[in-house]
């Protein structure tokens, strides 16, 4: 950079460069009389060229210097869209977590998305700012991986804390990521999910088995394959003891992650159980309890009840 800098400083301006190209031309071709006129008119258009050359060069400059001016506004436009994009991705982050995540969990985030966590009705008790000396996210249940987060602690938060995700909203550099962080670290929780998968399928083949349990196809391929959340395949076996229950379907509104489904819609043979079933529900306790029951008609005009649990939502049948 130096180097250019001298180069410049010593490289001579246009208007110098015609003045001395001039000059020394007319030292040699100037005589007098006649050759001494023409030499002058020769000298005027000589100078008159220069003049256009040198007008040319400044103007070709000036033009040049607009065009990167005129390019500029294309960097401001990114930006703006960009931090539209980022607040958008944190509205909705933050409007999920409020809606689906278990009330008191524990959440560590950066302060914007942190105001935007508490805007949405997140306690701010339960939310922790992450500082630029954070070394690890540790002594929280649930971390929200911003662009800001995930540059702090780079591969680490995955590979090392924070395995499992939750949900995600949007794409590329501004995605946002709530992430489940494991007590034990990301090796123990890799070594239990063979383990905690068989058990899902081992309880869903069982289920399926009792006969006071029905089940569409698309609930029974979610209970074989291991991909029903365990305090639906706890709760079920009880709930169709006490009431005859069809497997509408299980679901989830975790977007962007491959966990346990968490909802489920069922069905009565009769209006009667559907209110008994919504009774049972409300009657369980804490840790069974569902966070949403209730009682809907689906486009087909079927009645269900839909219940939902919280996340972050468990793999085993010990909790999360």
């Given amino acids: 950079m130096g180097e250019q800098q001298y180069s410049r400083h ?37 100078a ?84 630029t000396t954070t070394q690890d996210p540790l002594g929280v249940s649930v971390i929200v991986a911003t662009p800001a987060v995930r540059n702090q602690f780079g591969p680490r938060l995955a590979s090392v804390y924070a ?22 670290g990301t090796a123990s929780f890799d070594s239990s999910l063979g383990s905690d998968r068989a058990a899902r399928i081992a309880a869903g083949e069982q289920l399926l088995t009792n006969k006071r349990v029905q089940a569409s196809p698309a609930a029974r391929y979610a ?35 491959a966990v346990p489904l968490r909802g489920a819609e069922l069905s009565a043979s009769a209006p009667a159980g559907l209110s008994a079933m919504l009774a049972f529900l409300a009657a369980q306790q804490a840790q069974y309890k569902p966070s949403l029951s209730e009682k809907v008609e689906l486009a087909n005009g079927q009645w269900v009840v839909t219940v939902q649990y919280d996340a972050p939502g468990w793999l085993g049948f010990k909790g999360p």
Avoid: K
Avoid at 54 to 78: E, K, M, N
Avoid at 165 to 184: H, K, M, N, S
Avoid at 225 to 253: M, Q, Y
């Fill in 48 to 131: 008159m060229a220069l003049g256009a050359l040198v007008t040319l060069a400044f103007t070709g400059h000036g033009a040049q210097s607009a065009t990167p001016q005129a390019s500029d506004a294309a960097p401001s436009i990114t930006s703006s869209s960009q931090l539209q994009i980022a607040r958008a991705n944190r509205d909705q982050a933050a409007a999920w977590i409020a809606a689906q995540m278990l009330p008191g969990t524990d959440i560590e985030c950066d302060t914007l998305m942190c105001a935007a966590l508490q805007a949405a009705g997140v306690s701010a008790g339960n939310l922790l700012v992450m500082q």
């Fill in 163 to 184: 395995p499992l995700v939750l949900a995600q909203f949007g794409t590329g550099a501004e995605q946002i990521e709530i992430r489940y962080i494991a007590p034990d």
């Fill in 223 to 257: 209970l074989l394959t291991g991909n029903v959340d365990p305090r639906l395949l706890i709760t079920l076996p009880a709930l169709a003891h006490e009431i005859p229950v069809r497997l509408v379907a299980f679901d989830d509104s975790s977007p962007g992650a």
């Fill in 10 to 46: 010593l490289e001579p301006s246009w208007p110098a460069v015609a003045a001395t190209t001039f000059r020394l031309w007319l030292q040699r071709h100037t005589g007098g009389g006649r050759r001494q006129r023409g030499v002058l008119v020769l000298s005027a258009v000589a």
